[in-house]
């Protein structure tokens, strides 16, 4: 196999693999409020919100130690590793107990009826667990440096040592760099509006399904439109990802009039989000809620803003993509750590108050956030080319 098609196999083996891990986790941290919630009046105690909570927390810590725990033991191990502990996390769903629901939240951040919900979660352990395998299917690159007929094995031994090291001084630059990138005017600005993609995941992944599904006026349905939910915040993200991502490179306009779709399309969610849904949704018990909205709750519209929030999603997440790609083209390893840092870290702290918080303070805390981090991104982007010229001429001294 040529080293180019080994290449693209490799790319169809990962995104294969993440698809099916992914696909089981996102399903499942969708529904677990809901889940747990049921479960709540048996032996089990605990909290959905308070697993994604811990499963945010810590992968922002560990986003700082990983990249020397992937140059000790490799990529496909790592990977392996990880899609271990997604898979356990999602066992546990099985038969759950909160010592171990709460462990395995933790070993993530690194790395209905009684049969229905074992049936379901039996599938969805399977589904990561095959993607998790197929990480063994990559084939390992063809070393660039071919060793000559004179080059004896004590060459080849000094050059696989120096290899490993050189892997653990990259791995300690970047931890130093991402320290020193994060005072910079750039960076904080555009923490801004990673925060704000932070909030907003943990409303669309996790709060929006179960406020759907606590509202007993959807009748008898409320329950499968979770499901439905899901689907078309999926449908949004990838009209959005397909949209603005992959046809980014002919964009004349910019990357703020994508942002300021983004936004504007967000706003209008939650605006008929706050009319639509009562105020009591999120923490309702496990008999839901029959509190009165400002309209009469439509199934409709609740699937409507379901799209609307994948479709704002989008925008934002392949527009900051972007511009970090642009700003810090020679070495972007810093400033994606960064990235999902903070994105992290807020959605770990949007989990823990999603326990406590009504929605329209949760409305109200995400419209802030937003508002503030458009405008820092305008300014970024306003002030992106010379940003760059700058670094370039700093480089060449």
Request: charged fraction near 15%; proline fraction near 3%.
């Given at each position: 196999?040529?080293?180019?098609?080994?290449?693209?196999?490799?790319?169809?083996?990962?995104?294969?693999?993440?698809?099916?891990?992914?696909?089981?986790?996102?399903?499942?941290?969708?529904?677990?409020?809901?889940?747990?919630?049921?479960?709540?009046?048996?032996?089990?105690?605990?909290?959905?919100?308070?697993?994604?909570?811990?499963?945010?927390?810590?992968?922002?810590?560990?986003?700082?130690?990983?990249?020397?725990?992937?140059?000790?033991?490799?990529?496909?191990?790592?990977?392996?590793?990880?899609?271990?502990?997604?898979?356990?996390?999602?066992?546990?769903?099985?038969?759950?107990?909160?010592?171990?629901?709460?462990?395995?939240?933790?070993?993530?951040?690194?790395?209905?009826?009684?049969?229905?919900?074992?049936?379901?979660?039996?599938?969805?352990?399977?589904?990561?667990?095959?993607?998790?395998?197929?990480?063994?299917?990559?084939?390992?690159?063809?070393?660039?440096?071919?060793?000559?007929?004179?080059?004896?094995?004590?060459?080849?031994?000094?050059?696989?040592?120096?290899?490993?090291?050189?892997?653990?001084?990259?791995?300690?630059?970047?931890?130093?760099?991402?320290?020193?990138?994060?005072?910079?005017?750039?960076?904080?600005?555009?923490?801004?509006?990673?925060?704000?993609?932070?909030?907003?995941?943990?409303?669309?992944?996790?709060?929006?399904?179960?406020?759907?599904?606590?509202?007993?006026?959807?009748?008898?349905?409320?329950?499968?439109?979770?499901?439905?939910?899901?689907?078309?915040?999926?449908?949004?993200?990838?009209?959005?990802?397909?949209?603005?991502?992959?046809?980014?490179?002919?964009?004349?306009?910019?990357?703020?009039?994508?942002?300021?779709?983004?936004?504007?399309?967000?706003?209008?969610?939650?605006?008929?989000?706050?009319?639509?849904?009562?105020?009591?949704?999120?923490?309702?018990?496990?008999?839901?809620?029959?509190?009165?909205?400002?309209?009469?709750?439509?199934?409709e519209v609740a699937i409507l803003c379901s799209f609307l929030l994948g479709l704002g999603d989008s925008c934002f997440n392949t527009q900051l993509l972007s511009?970090?790609?642009?700003?810090?083209?020679?070495?972007?390893?810093?400033?994606?750590?960064?990235?999902?840092?903070?994105?992290?870290?807020?959605?770990?702290?949007?989990?823990?108050?999603?326990?406590?918080?009504?929605?329209?303070?949760?409305?109200?805390?995400?419209?802030?956030?937003?508002?503030?981090?458009?405008?820092?991104?305008?300014?970024?982007?306003?002030?992106?080319?010379?940003?760059?010229?700058?670094?370039?001429?700093?480089?060449?001294?």
């Amino acid at each position: 196999m040529s080293p180019e098609s080994k290449k693209l196999f490799n790319i169809i083996i990962l995104g294969v693999a993440f698809m099916f891990m992914f696909t089981a986790f996102q399903t499942c941290g969708n529904v677990a409020q809901t889940v747990i919630r049921s479960l709540n009046s048996t032996d089990f105690h605990g909290s959905g919100y308070t697993s994604m909570a811990i499963i945010y927390g810590v992968f922002s810590a560990s986003n700082l130690i990983t990249p020397s725990v992937v140059a000790i033991v490799g990529p496909q191990l790592s990977m392996f590793a990880s899609g271990l502990f997604y898979s356990m996390y999602i066992a546990v769903f099985i038969q759950p107990f909160p010592w171990s629901f709460y462990t395995a939240s933790v070993f993530i951040g690194i790395a209905a009826a009684e049969s229905d919900r074992r049936t379901v979660f039996i599938a969805l352990t399977v589904i990561s667990l095959v993607g998790t395998v197929l990480f063994f299917l990559i084939r390992k690159p063809d070393s660039e440096n071919i060793l000559g007929e004179d080059e004896s094995s004590d060459d080849q031994d000094m050059e696989v040592n120096e290899s490993a090291q050189n892997n653990l001084t990259k791995a300690l630059d970047a931890f130093k760099k991402s320290f020193k990138l994060c005072v910079t005017k750039e960076m904080l600005l555009l923490s801004i509006t990673t925060a704000y993609t932070g909030l907003e995941l943990t409303f669309f992944s996790g709060v929006y399904g179960t406020c759907i599904g606590a509202i007993n006026k959807f009748g008898a349905e409320e329950k499968s439109l979770i499901g439905l939910s899901g689907i078309f915040i999926g449908i949004g993200e990838i009209l959005g990802g397909s949209l603005f991502g992959l046809l980014s490179k002919n964009n004349r306009f910019g990357r703020n009039p994508v942002v300021l779709l983004g936004i504007l399309v967000h706003f209008i969610a939650f605006y008929l989000i706050f009319l639509n849904m009562p105020g009591d949704a999120p923490i309702a018990p496990v008999k839901g809620t029959d509190s009165s909205a400002y309209i009469k709750s439509s199934k409709e519209v609740a699937i409507l803003c379901s799209f609307l929030l994948g479709l704002g999603d989008s925008c934002f997440n392949t527009q900051l993509l972007s511009i970090l790609g642009f700003l810090y083209s020679e070495d972007s390893a810093p400033a994606f750590a960064i990235f999902k840092f903070v994105q992290s870290i807020c959605a770990a702290v949007a989990f823990f108050y999603s326990n406590y918080l009504l929605l329209h303070w949760q409305l109200l805390v995400m419209v802030i956030f937003g508002f503030f981090g458009t405008i820092s991104f305008f300014t970024v982007e306003w002030e992106a080319a010379a940003f760059v010229a700058r670094s370039s001429d700093y480089r060449s001294i």
